[in-house]
């Protein structure tokens, strides 16, 4: 079973490249062939996406539209976790106190700390990388299962474009769709939901990867599925 979805997931991946979309078919996400790896407690698969979106710059993320600042605090905090983290990746402080005793249980029985690659992701941030990924020739409808979610998105793109609006203006219709699309109870991302974390998987031997499905048991309250592009963990937690 596991190999026939992978073959799936290869066949779909040779798919994308044949559309010209080479460097970005690494980011396109593949998750939903591949089912939930289960927790200590049984818990239904996620029905979000999980997207690996082109990262943003500074100068990218800084750009407008932008999201009035969460209440709460995020990552980094006073002190550094011993997990690392992308650049711009921040968390809840909920959050990184999960991945904080994941990262502890993960040590103990390998030595080594996890990496973490995407967290949360408000709806301005969702609509520039959404942004650059279309730039860059990737095609929402490829991305994710909401097609009808995707497809509001992408044509708010097109038509800004056709309009020959410029690109903060191209962001901003796409803002408002997701901005939309939320208030309406719909999520086309995991990671537009509090407690998503992707975790680095690339790096770990068949070993390192059972310590870690054994590290998530031992937090209890964590939803965990491999993905395969690119190869990662994606963690919610509760």
Same mark, same amino acid.
């Given at each position: 079973m596991?190999?026939?979805?992978?073959?799936?997931?290869?066949?779909a991946?040779?798919?994308?490249?044949?559309?010209?979309c080479?460097?970005?078919?690494?980011?396109l996400?593949?998750?939903f062939l591949?089912?939930?790896?289960?927790?200590?407690?049984?818990r239904?698969?996620?029905?979000?996406d999980?997207?690996?979106?082109?990262?943003?710059?500074?100068?990218e993320?800084?750009?407008?539209?932008?999201?009035?600042?969460?209440?709460?605090?995020s990552?980094?905090?006073?002190k550094p976790?011993?997990?690392?983290?992308?650049? *711009? #990746?921040t968390?809840? !402080?909920p959050?990184?106190?999960?991945v904080? $005793?994941?990262d502890? /249980?993960?040590?103990?029985?390998? @030595?080594?700390?996890?990496?973490v690659?995407?967290?949360?992701?408000?709806?301005?941030r969702?609509?520039?990388?959404?942004?650059?990924?279309l730039r860059?020739?990737?095609?929402?409808m490829?991305l994710?299962?909401?097609?009808?979610?995707?497809?509001e998105?992408?044509?708010a793109?097109?038509?800004?474009?056709?309009?020959?609006?410029?690109?903060?203006?191209?962001?901003?219709?796409?803002?408002?769709?997701?901005?939309?699309?939320?208030?309406?109870?719909?999520?086309?991302?995991?990671?537009?939901?509090?407690?998503?974390? *992707? #975790?680095?998987?690339? !790096?770990?031997?068949?070993?390192?990867?059972? $310590?870690?499905?054994? /590290?998530?048991n031992?937090?209890? @309250?964590?939803?965990?599925?491999?993905?395969?592009?690119p190869?990662?963990?994606?963690?919610?937690i509760?």
């Amino acid at each position: 079973m596991r190999s026939s979805l992978a073959r799936t997931v290869a066949l779909a991946c040779t798919l994308v490249l044949g559309t010209g979309c080479s460097r970005e078919v690494a980011e396109l996400d593949a998750s939903f062939l591949l089912p939930p790896i289960s927790t200590a407690e049984p818990r239904a698969a996620l029905a979000l996406d999980c997207d690996d979106l082109p990262p943003l710059s500074p100068e990218e993320a800084a750009r407008p539209p932008l999201s009035p600042p969460r209440l709460e605090k995020s990552t980094p905090r006073g002190k550094p976790p011993a997990w690392s983290a992308l650049n *711009d #990746v921040t968390l809840p !402080d909920p959050v990184a106190d999960k991945v904080d $005793a994941i990262d502890e /249980a993960y040590f103990r029985r390998t @030595g080594k700390h996890v990496t973490v690659t995407s967290g949360t992701r408000d709806a301005a941030r969702q609509a520039k990388a959404m942004y650059k990924m279309l730039r860059l020739g990737g095609d929402p409808m490829q991305l994710y299962r909401n097609k009808e979610a995707a497809r509001e998105i992408k044509q708010a793109y097109e038509r800004a474009r056709a309009a020959r609006k410029e690109p903060d203006d191209i962001v901003a219709a796409m803002h408002e769709v997701l901005k939309s699309q939320i208030a309406r109870g719909v999520y086309i991302s995991a990671h537009l939901r509090a407690g998503a974390v *992707d #975790v680095r998987n690339r !790096d770990m031997s068949s070993a390192d990867k059972k $310590a870690f499905v054994a /590290a998530v048991n031992e937090a209890k @309250g964590v939803t965990l599925l491999e993905e395969s592009a690119p190869p990662h963990w994606h963690l919610q937690i509760d």
